[in-house]
């Protein structure tokens, strides 16, 4: 069975230009969530999606960080426009969840994002 | 691939030693604890879970202890292997104003020596 996909893997961007990830997450799993991971740090949430709606989005800045699941199955998460204090890795985590319960989440690789 | 971490606390021990893995989390109202390992360059892995109803839960070569008195969890690596190098966060799960919220702790760095 294949894992939670990413993408791109690395990115390197100039401060105030946008960027997007891409997360495919394992067939069959509802629930998706978007970590940021600073340098020693564990993951923090940014966003859970319960198929296509964002039940808990309180931790997203929404002034430049957008988020999206179309058809309950891809998202993509966008940072416009990018700061340096953005440089982290950015990791996607899919589960069969429902909002009140607890289990597993099954990490993507991430996308490690450097703005310069 | 890149670093975790790179000023996480570390833990070295032996191969073929045990290792403990200590965490203290923060909310008492957590009823659900996960153990993740994650290897440089790659998305946390999860080891094993415990709820708050247990003080203890073993999986293969893995012991989690869980005191709820002192907010405290650990994770036990028996026959500890070159493979288990990487770092390991604690994370914790409770409901908060009605939504769930899993929580990472800062993480310990294991280093196995050959």
């Known amino acids: 069975e294949a894992g939670v996909v990413q993408s791109p893997r690395y990115k390197i961007i100039e401060k105030k230009q946008p960027v997007a990830f891409w997360c495919n997450p394992i067939?069959?799993?509802?629930?998706l969530y978007w970590y940021r991971q600073n340098l020693g740090q564990g993951p923090e949430l940014l966003i859970r999606y319960e198929n296509e709606e964002a039940v808990d989005d309180s931790q997203l800045p929404k002034d430049r960080f957008s988020a999206e699941r179309l058809k309950g199955v891809d998202s993509t998460l966008k940072i416009q426009p990018a700061e340096l204090g953005d440089s982290a890795v950015y990791l996607c985590?899919?589960?069969?969840?429902?909002?009140?319960?607890?289990?597993?989440?099954?990490f993507g690789e991430g996308s490690r994002l450097t703005v310069l | 691939g890149e670093s975790v971490g790179l000023h996480l606390p570390t833990l070295s021990v032996q191969e073929g030693d045990n290792s403990i893995i200590n965490c203290a989390y923060s909310n008492s109202a957590s009823d659900y604890f996960i153990w993740y390992k994650q290897e440089s360059g790659k998305g946390p892995q999860f080891i094993i879970d415990?709820?708050?109803?247990?003080d203890k839960r073993q999986g293969q070569r893995v012991t989690v202890l869980l005191n709820k008195t002192v907010k405290h969890l650990s994770l036990q690596i028996a026959a500890t292997q070159p493979g288990d190098s990487a770092v390991y966060f604690c994370?914790?799960?409770?409901?908060?104003?009605?939504?769930?919220?899993?929580?990472f702790g800062s993480g310990t760095r294991l280093q196995v020596q050959p």
């Open positions: 067939s069959g799993h509802n629930t």
């Open positions: 415990i709820r708050s109803n247990m």
């Open positions: 985590a899919s589960a069969i969840l429902h909002f009140r319960d607890t289990g597993e989440l099954f």
């Open positions: 994370a914790e799960n409770y409901m908060d104003t009605g939504r769930r919220a899993l929580t």
